[in-house]
């Protein structure tokens, strides 16, 4: 079955940086993209960009550009999603998940979450 | 940047029918999809391109769109149904995606 699965919780000082990991199964690693979306606590979601497993190449949105680099480890299909300059306000809940581009442009499968959080 | 409205809140009583919408500017380019999201879980897709319902995702579940707004419909609402749903936006042009504000199903 297809699994999208995590790292664990993060917590940062403000201006360091945070990696997270997204570890794919159950499909074929470079059939399909990954997405990263975050969610403040009680806020709704905010998409970040994806990355495209085959060729590593990415888009972001525009709010990320500069701060987020999104890479990929296809010898463990794994991708990560590494955010710098870290600010209270990137306080959030991190969701990967798998965007089926091919027929379309929805997500079909979500990692758990990651949590991360800034505070000095 | 790309607005995409959606009513905060909408309330039903079980068996009944809930209609959520989604508004924004040139739909025509746009795809939509929708999402349900219960406390401390992941989001689920529980519609894509506008009508398409996932496999596993009950009938009960539909969606529409006409002209710059597209509904999800929820027919003979359970208790169960109660949860936050966003709707997503993919611009085909830029490639970019655009998430509603999200509504909130309570079930009376």
């Known amino acids: 079955q297809v699994q999208l699965v995590q790292s664990g919780t993060e917590v940062k000082q403000p201006g360091a940086s945070v990696k997270v990991s997204c570890k794919a199964s159950?499909?074929?690693?470079?059939?399909?993209?990954i997405d990263w979306v975050r969610q403040a606590p009680g806020q709704g979601f905010e998409w970040m960009g994806w990355?495209?497993?085959?060729?590593?190449?990415?888009i972001l949105a525009q709010n990320f550009q500069g701060r987020v680099t999104m890479t990929r480890d296809t010898s463990i299909n794994t991708v990560y999603m590494e955010l710098t300059s870290l600010r209270s306000d990137d306080t959030a809940v991190y969701f990967c998940?798998?965007?089926?581009?091919?027929?379309?442009?929805?997500?079909?499968?979500w990692g758990q979450g990651t949590l991360v959080t800034v505070s000095s | 940047s790309y607005v995409v409205t959606q009513p905060p809140s909408v309330s039903v009583a079980p068996g009944q029918t809930a209609r959520i919408t989604c508004g924004g500017n040139?739909?025509?380019?746009?795809?939509v999809h929708w999402y349900q999201q219960k406390p401390g879980q992941a989001p689920v897709l529980v519609v894509y391109?506008?009508?398409d319902r996932p496999s596993g995702i009950p009938e009960r579940f539909s969606g529409s769109k006409s002209g710059n707004t597209a509904t999800l419909t929820i027919s003979r609402v359970e208790a169960g149904d109660e949860a936050d749903y966003y709707c997503?936006?993919?611009?085909?042009?830029?490639?970019?995606?655009?998430f509603g504000p999200g509504t909130k199903l309570t079930v009376l």
């Open positions: 998940a798998r965007q089926d581009y091919a027929s379309g442009s929805h997500m079909d499968f």
């Open positions: 159950g499909y074929t690693f470079t059939a399909y993209y």
């Open positions: 990355i495209s497993p085959k060729y590593g190449g990415t």
């Open positions: 040139k739909f025509e380019t746009k795809t």
């Open positions: 391109d506008e009508t």
């Open positions: 997503q936006v993919f611009d085909e042009s830029s490639h970019l995606y655009f």
